[in-house]
């Protein structure tokens, strides 16, 4: 048993549930771009995690974490052009208000 | 030792910079003017505002403060003399200084002020500006110094400093330093002219206090910064270690408060269209010139 | 062994408690400074868990992006301030039974899983920065030089879709 790892884990699980809940119960576009940022960084938590206590020899395992970084950026970026896009033809970023977007 | 060795000399660099600055602003020399407005500071009533988001409001000069000694924290004032010689030193300076936007931001909202909030978003404006000339800068010399302690970086410049190794670099980082510590003619965030203060306006008391000290402590440490990413640091003839880094800071530091007051204010989005259309380029010029001479010239 | 533990539970606490904050406060800035001081607590785990530079690296990022969402969500939001208690939210049964599920499984895996043998020799922090960039710029400088692009075809399409529409001219 590695607690230390485990403990690394269960914060990321934590903020993982955490950042799910967000996502799925909030109505505003930049809220849930918050709730995907909060999932990422317990994507970064636990890839930190396993290179410390599993891989320490690997230095891909850093990588994947500015790769997950540079996610973290892009989805932001990506999130905020929309959302300007959206408030410009449509003067909300609500979601309950997007139904048209829907299939 | 160290650390109270660094905070005492932090004390008089602020002081002494207080000094320079009353002098660039007034044309006149008063020695106890620092002492008599801090203590009439601790004096005055701290006013608050009605409905204020008052964790903001009185966190924002404490983060501003901290930040400004985590940034201290890695310069070194001369070999030993350092609080903590972290391997990744100059990122840890980058770092610690982006949290002034952070505290900036708390302290322009905290208050429920139209100005302080315009003062407190409009210094988000300025860091988009000079954020990535702060950083370009820095990978360039740590470009030469292959590391990225700050110890390292004085010790690679002991041939040649960098100000005559990438003169670029420094001209680029010293603009950026001076929006990063909003001095004229960046001072967008307090703007005496059109915003009456920007984010001091709504501080009082000692919470203002706390703000003017916390952003002495940010210029010595961006004065610091450069010294010791272009001007060697410790390192020079006859005089002490300790000395010639004092000397050198004061310098840079006078310098920074006093000369920007000589040009006009820059509108932000003029600084904004600088950096990116002139000095990211610049900065990029910088990088493959000395990436270039490092492989060429052993120096 | 223990001190590790200690500072790696008091701030993912930190974390997790920030990361609550930002779905119970009404007030937009205050939510989005949570997620920075979550982020920032993140990077301090990074700390104590020895990998220095991805963890100044996270404290320093996300202290921009986080201050540039602040103003998004200043931006687009009705009420930034959050002084007039608006509920923001739909579907809350179902999102918290879809959060803990997710929170349960991954800690029923954590927890159950047999993890090996715990890796011994942590290299001192300038030999992980250079191993990680002799790594970036050798055997993954595909990848990074990919993710490198993405971010620039990402900085130009979102401004693309954001700026405004040229009025169309009278004929």
């Known amino acids: 048993m590695i607690f230390e790892l485990m403990i690394a884990l269960t914060v990321g699980a934590a903020m993982f549930g955490t950042g799910l809940y967000g996502v799925l119960s909030q109505t505003n576009l930049v809220m849930i771009i918050m709730g995907v940022e909060l999932i990422l960084a317990a994507a970064l938590v636990n890839l930190v995690a396993f290179w410390r206590y599993l891989h320490p020899e690997e230095p891909a395992a850093q990588m994947f974490v500015l790769i997950i970084m540079a996610v973290m950026a892009v989805e932001m970026t990506v999130g905020f052009g929309i959302a300007i896009a959206r408030f410009r033809s449509r003067g909300s970023v609500e979601m309950e208000e997007a139904r048209e977007l829907k299939g | ?299 | 062994m223990i001190v590790p533990m200690i500072f790696l539970v008091f701030f993912g606490g930190a974390a997790v408690w920030f990361g609550v904050v930002v779905f119970r406060t009404h007030s937009m800035v205050r939510s989005a400074l949570a997620l920075l001081f979550s982020q920032t607590a993140v990077g301090l785990m990074f700390l104590v868990m020895q990998a220095e530079f991805l963890g100044v690296l996270q404290i320093m990022m996300m202290a921009t992006e986080m201050s540039v969402m602040a103003i998004f969500m200043v931006m687009f939001m009705m009420d930034p301030g959050g002084l007039g208690a608006m509920d923001m939210t739909h579907q809350k049964r179902l999102s918290l039974w879809a959060g803990g599920i997710g929170l349960g499984a991954a800690l029923a895996v954590i927890w159950l899983a047999d993890w090996g043998p715990a890796g011994t020799d942590i290299p001192g922090a300038a030999q992980q920065t250079e191993d990680l960039g002799r790594e970036l710029l050798g055997r993954s400088m595909l990848i990074f030089q990919s993710a490198g692009l993405t971010i620039l075809t990402a900085m130009v399409a979102a401004t693309m879709v954001a700026i405004a529409p040229a009025k169309e001219q009278p004929k």
Not at chain 2, 126 to 139: R, S, W
Not at chain 2, 284 to 297: D, E, M, Q, S
Request: charged share 10%; hydrophobic share 60%.
């Open chain 2, 1 to 299: 030792m160290t650390v109270l060795t660094v905070l005492l000399s932090l004390a008089a660099g602020a002081y002494l910079i207080a000094v320079l600055e009353g002098w660039a602003v007034h044309g006149r020399l008063q020695p106890a003017r620092p002492v008599i407005s801090a203590l009439a500071l601790l004096g005055r009533e701290s006013l608050l505002a009605r409905k204020p988001d008052r964790l903001f409001f009185e966190v924002g000069p404490v983060l501003l403060l901290v930040a400004g000694l985590l940034a201290v924290a890695v310069i070194p004032l001369a070999p030993g003399l350092i609080v903590t010689d972290l391997a990744t030193g100059a990122l840890f300076l980058n770092a610690a200084l982006a949290y002034v936007l952070v505290a900036l931001i708390m302290a322009g909202w905290g208050p429920n002020g139209a100005y302080g909030m315009i003062g407190g978003w409009r210094f988000l404006g300025q860091f988009v500006a000079y954020a990535m000339l702060v950083v370009m800068p820095i990978t360039a010399v740590a470009l030469r110094a292959e590391s990225l302690s700050t110890v390292d970086i004085v010790m690679s410049q002991s041939a040649l400093w960098n100000i005559a190794y990438q003169p670029l670099g420094f001209a680029l980082f010293i603009a950026a330093a001076m929006g990063l510590c909003w001095l004229p003619p960046l001072d967008l965030p307090t703007a005496p002219g059109d915003l009456a203060g920007g984010i001091e306006a709504e501080y009082t008391g000692v919470r203002l206090a706390v703000l003017r000290l916390a952003r002495m402590v940010v210029i010595l440490a961006l004065a610091g910064a450069t010294v010791t990413f272009y001007l060697g640091g410790w390192l020079g003839p006859w005089l002490p270690a300790w000395a010639w880094s004092g000397i050198k800071i004061l310098i840079v530091a006078g310098l920074m408060v006093s000369t920007g007051r000589l040009v006009p204010r820059v509108r932000e989005a003029r600084y904004l269209e600088l950096s990116w259309k002139l000095g990211i380029p610049l900065a990029l010029i910088n990088i493959f010139v000395v990436g270039v001479i490092a492989l060429v010239v052993e120096i």
